[in-house]
């Protein structure tokens, strides 16, 4: 009897040793996001690593728009410290998994802001507003609004749920058009299908076709017909209020001081027809 409970009692103090380990090899754990970043824990940040502007991994880091509102999100955070920053790619189809299961602490990665992703992800946010448009071939005069779509060959990238807008009708859609879907990845593929004539159109938020048609150096246009509203927020594991409040404290003052209409023209200034956020969008809430 006594082995027994000696063992049990061993096995109850390797288990909470092992759960103090977690943490993303920190030797403590946190109750939110904010308390680790305060805490001097090396924070991992979700972002996409293959849209050009927004976040595009060239060297040892991602770079973007994205990339550059987190570091300034994060060291604000932090009150103004410097914060080890861990970068995680983290796409479309793998973002909500990832903060469900601590593989990252915060997403920054063109993560619009809906009902259903409320259901289990807590945003804070939003940080700029998006809006849904088209890319097209330069030399393509078949399309030139959203409607001209119908009948048309669009790009499904998974994990996206921008096609929905085009083949849906509302509330999860919007202009309910007959258009064909071809899968993809991510929206890189959707691009090199463009650009190989097995698609009509790409259809996304207008920051990440800008980024893609910038890159492109001309062999793409982007319509300049916005038709949604994409809430680009911040992900948070569902529940982390004191991170989502802290956040958005985080983002006005980014806002306040004039740090993200800087970020906004130094990743997207110039480029035709793209209408940039001028003022900061309302929060969410966090409840």
């Known amino acids: 009897m006594h082995m027994r409970r000696t063992g049990a009692v061993l096995s109850i103090a390797a288990l909470l040793g092992g759960v103090a380990a977690c943490g993303g090899g920190d030797d403590k754990t946190y109750a939110s996001a904010v308390e680790k970043i305060q805490g001097g824990g090396k924070v991992v940040v979700g972002t996409k690593w293959d849209q050009p502007s927004l976040g595009l991994k060239k060297g040892a880091e991602p770079e973007g728009f994205d990339v550059d509102v987190a570091k300034a999100v994060v060291k604000e955070l932090a009150g103004g410290k410097d914060v080890s920053i861990e970068w995680k790619e983290s796409k479309s189809d793998n973002r909500e998994p990832f903060l469900a299961n601590g593989t ?24 700029v507003i998006a809006h849904q448009d088209v890319m097209v071939r330069k030399d393509d005069s078949s399309i030139n609004t959203p409607q001209d779509l119908k009948g048309k060959k669009i790009c499904k990238a998974a994990g996206s749920n921008s096609y929905k807008r085009i083949t849906d009708p509302p509330p999860d859609g919007q202009l309910d058009l007959d258009a064909t879907t071809v899968d993809a990845a991510s ?101």
């Open 187 to 287: 929206y890189s593929e959707c691009v090199q299908k463009l650009n190989g004539s097995n698609l009509d159109a790409v259809t996304t938020d207008d920051l990440i076709l800008a980024g893609f048609a910038k890159q492109a150096g001309g062999n793409f246009k982007v319509l300049g017909q916005g038709f949604t509203d994409e809430k680009y927020g911040i992900g948070l594991k569902k529940g982390d209020t004191k991170t989502c409040e802290a956040v958005n404290t985080a983002v006005k003052k980014l806002w306040d001081n004039g740090t993200m209409k800087q970020l906004q023209e130094k990743w997207f200034g110039g480029i035709q027809g793209l209408k940039l956020t001028e003022t900061a969008p309302p929060a969410e809430g966090c409840a």
């Open 104 to 127: 990252v602490d915060l997403i920054f990665a063109t993560y619009s802001i809906t009902e259903a992703r409320k259901q289990k992800v807590t945003f804070g946010g939003p940080y």
